[in-house]
């Protein structure tokens, strides 16, 4: 029987924000690993629920996406993997009552890591690519709700994000979002 090993859990510097490492075995043909497990995200105190999974993928290096969230009832927690390529992931905390409102987090994702990095709810969260033809793998504990769909800037001076290269390629709707208050 094989037994699998657990993922690793790593809070950052803003509440409820997690990094995932999977644990792979390896042996002749390559290396297996667990990443993701409702028993994991619940012993963590994580949201388990995965309702829809979403890809994006980006032609371009410095192509920026986000800062998005949902509000209300309809807020999610995401769990956020690289598959291709590699992406800076942010995540911004929203949350009115959090000791780390308006902190931000970042961390590289990988496609070689193969981590993730897990927001909860309340959170805004964007990303840029740091290579050409990169691919994200999303899960969401809440269905899509347009009504409910946000955003803020990912210049806002408000959060003072440190992007680490140049935003080349950027929506209409992701540049123009209005100051935070």
């Known amino acids: 029987m094989c037994r699998l090993r657990n993922m690793k859990f790593r809070e950052l510097n803003v509440q409820g924000v997690f990094e995932v490492r999977p644990e792979p075995i390896g042996d002749e043909r390559g290396c297996f690993a667990r990443t993701w497990c409702q028993r994991e995200f619940e012993l963590q105190g994580l949201n388990p629920l995965v309702v829809q999974c979403n890809s994006s993928f980006s032609t371009r290096k410095g192509t920026l996406r986000g800062m998005h969230y949902q509000r209300g009832e309809h807020a999610e927690a995401k769990l956020i993997r690289c598959t291709k390529g590699s992406i800076y992931d942010?995540?911004?905390d929203l949350r009115v009552q959090s000791p780390t409102f308006k902190r931000w987090?970042?961390?590289?994702?990988?496609?070689?890591?193969r981590n993730s990095l897990y927001v909860p709810e309340g959170c805004a969260h964007g990303f840029l690519t740091l290579e050409d033809a990169t691919e994200v793998f999303y899960q969401m504990s809440e269905f899509y709700d347009g009504a409910s769909a946000r955003g803020v800037r990912w210049d806002d001076p408000a959060f003072r994000i440190a992007w680490p290269a140049k935003v080349e390629v950027i929506s209409e709707r992701d540049r123009t979002y209005p100051d935070f208050e």
Do not use: E, P, R
Request: aromatic fraction near 0%.
């Open 90 to 92: 942010v995540a911004v």
């Open 105 to 113: 987090v970042a961390i590289t994702l990988t496609a070689a890591d």
